[in-house]
């Protein structure tokens, strides 16, 4: 009878050290698939879950983003059901990470951020297009907003303004920002460019921000030299201050629809349009581009002088002769006009 208790309690101690040692393998196999690092890129990867969130695709980019065992990333998406818990966005991938920490992120959308940047930008459809390459978001989203009367009245614009709001910079957002809170962001940025200094000096020359990015953008579209903006700012100063039309031949190029003009003829210069400022005093309705802040603190910071005529070089470089009177202006303009002359440019 003793002994076939103990045979009992052997077999009993058998099978428990058995089952312990089945429970010790399982929880080192979850552990070893949930723990172990599983990602080793050369350089930080990100990955990118849209809204229809796709299982194999994730699976794919993770292959490309160095995924060392992408069956053991499997593995644990069953053992932490994750599957139907993707969350929109983009996630950091960097060497060393395991299948826990990247779930986790995952399952609580703790998106890693990009920096989205923006410049040399002349139209609202190219802007729009611009950040939607960067975004999540569709370009039409965008221009919805941005041509909304009563939206871009609540900004304190107007659909010709709103590309004033957009201070070209490097920002960071979620790549999954809707197009109302990126709006509100960059409202944000524009509000903290224009310091108190910056006001003031917009005062003194009698312009609103606006105002300030409409003259900048003009200036930027003159001159692809950088250390001639402040002069040019200075000479449409001078021309606003004497009630003298701009004409600018920017402006009339953008009332034509086309900035690849090399020669502005009579023919352009009679395009009826509010931003010819040719036919119209002031300045024009809008920005003709998105102002650069090299050009917006060129405006801001003019150098004072008695220039009222501006004139292509001839010899092409890019820059300008300015002139006081009228008189040097033509004589400059003749030189311009026979070189324009002599390479055909009609």
Same mark, same amino acid.
């Given at each position: 009878?003793?002994?076939?208790?103990?045979?009992?309690?052997?077999?009993?101690?058998?099978?428990?050290?058995?089952?312990?040692?089945?429970?010790?393998?399982?929880?080192?196999?979850?552990?070893?698939?949930?723990?172990?690092?599983?990602?080793?890129?050369?350089?930080?990867?990100?990955?990118?879950?849209?809204?229809?969130?796709?299982?194999?695709?994730?699976?794919?980019?993770?292959?490309?983003?160095?995924?060392?065992?992408?069956?053991?990333?499997?593995?644990?998406?069953?053992?932490?059901?994750?599957?139907?818990?993707?969350?929109?966005?983009? #996630?950091?991938?960097?060497? &060393? =990470?395991?299948?826990?920490? *990247?779930? /986790?992120?995952?399952?609580?959308?703790?998106?890693?951020? %990009?920096?989205?940047?923006?410049?040399?930008?002349?139209?609202?459809?190219?802007?729009?297009?611009?950040?939607?390459?960067?975004?999540?978001?569709?370009?039409?989203?965008?221009?919805?907003?941005?041509?909304?009367?009563?939206?871009?009245?609540?900004?304190?614009?107007?659909?010709?303004?709103?590309?004033?709001?957009?201070?070209?910079?490097?920002?960071?957002?979620?790549?999954?920002?809707?197009?109302?809170?990126?709006?509100?962001?960059?409202?944000?940025?524009?509000?903290?460019?224009?310091?108190?200094?910056?006001?003031?000096?917009?005062?003194?020359?009698?312009?609103?921000?606006?105002?300030?990015?409409?003259?900048?953008?003009?200036?930027?579209?003159?001159?692809?030299?950088?250390?001639? #903006?402040?002069?040019?700012? &200075? =000479?449409?100063?001078?021309? *606003?201050? /004497?009630?003298?039309?701009?004409?600018?031949?920017?402006? %009339?190029?953008?009332?034509?629809?086309?900035?690849?003009?090399?020669?502005?003829?009579?023919?352009?210069?009679?395009?009826?349009?509010?931003?010819?400022?040719?036919?119209?005093?002031?300045?024009?309705?809008?920005?003709?581009?998105?102002?650069?802040?090299?050009?917006?603190?060129?405006?801001?910071?003019?150098?004072?002088?008695?220039?009222?005529?501006?004139?292509?070089?001839?010899?092409?470089?890019?820059?300008?002769?300015?002139?006081?009177?009228?008189?040097?202006?033509?004589?400059?303009?003749?030189?311009?006009?026979?070189?324009?002359?002599?390479?055909?440019?009609?």
């Amino acid at each position: 009878m003793n002994r076939a208790k103990s045979s009992v309690r052997k077999a009993i101690f058998a099978i428990a050290a058995a089952v312990l040692l089945l429970l010790a393998g399982a929880g080192g196999y979850v552990c070893y698939v949930l723990f172990t690092p599983n990602f080793s890129p050369a350089q930080t990867q990100y990955i990118y879950i849209y809204p229809e969130k796709d299982f194999s695709d994730l699976c794919r980019q993770l292959q490309e983003a160095g995924c060392s065992h992408i069956e053991s990333f499997r593995k644990a998406t069953q053992l932490l059901n994750y599957q139907d818990e993707l969350k929109t966005g983009r #996630y950091a991938i960097h060497s &060393g =990470l395991n299948n826990y920490s *990247l779930l /986790k992120d995952l399952r609580r959308g703790e998106q890693a951020p %990009v920096r989205i940047t923006f410049n040399n930008i002349r139209l609202k459809e190219d802007l729009a297009e611009r950040l939607s390459e960067q975004l999540m978001l569709d370009d039409n989203e965008l221009l919805v907003l941005m041509n909304d009367s009563e939206y871009c009245a609540a900004m304190g614009f107007i659909p010709q303004t709103i590309k004033a709001m957009f201070i070209p910079n490097t920002y960071e957002v979620y790549w999954t920002i809707s197009a109302e809170k990126l709006m509100q962001r960059m409202k944000q940025e524009f509000t903290a460019f224009w310091t108190p200094e910056r006001l003031e000096k917009a005062e003194n020359i009698h312009l609103s921000p606006v105002e300030v990015s409409v003259l900048a953008s003009i200036v930027e579209e003159e001159s692809a030299v950088a250390d001639e #903006y402040p002069v040019i700012a &200075g =000479l449409y100063i001078n021309r *606003l201050r /004497k009630g003298i039309p701009l004409q600018a031949d920017p402006t %009339v190029k953008y009332a034509a629809g086309d900035f690849t003009l090399k020669r502005i003829l009579d023919v352009h210069l009679r395009t009826d349009s509010p931003y010819n400022t040719y036919l119209h005093e002031g300045l024009p309705p809008g920005p003709l581009r998105v102002p650069s802040i090299t050009a917006l603190n060129a405006t801001l910071n003019y150098k004072q002088h008695n220039y009222l005529y501006m004139c292509a070089k001839e010899d092409f470089s890019g820059r300008h002769n300015f002139a006081v009177t009228l008189a040097e202006h033509n004589r400059n303009a003749k030189l311009y006009h026979q070189a324009l002359n002599k390479r055909n440019i009609r």
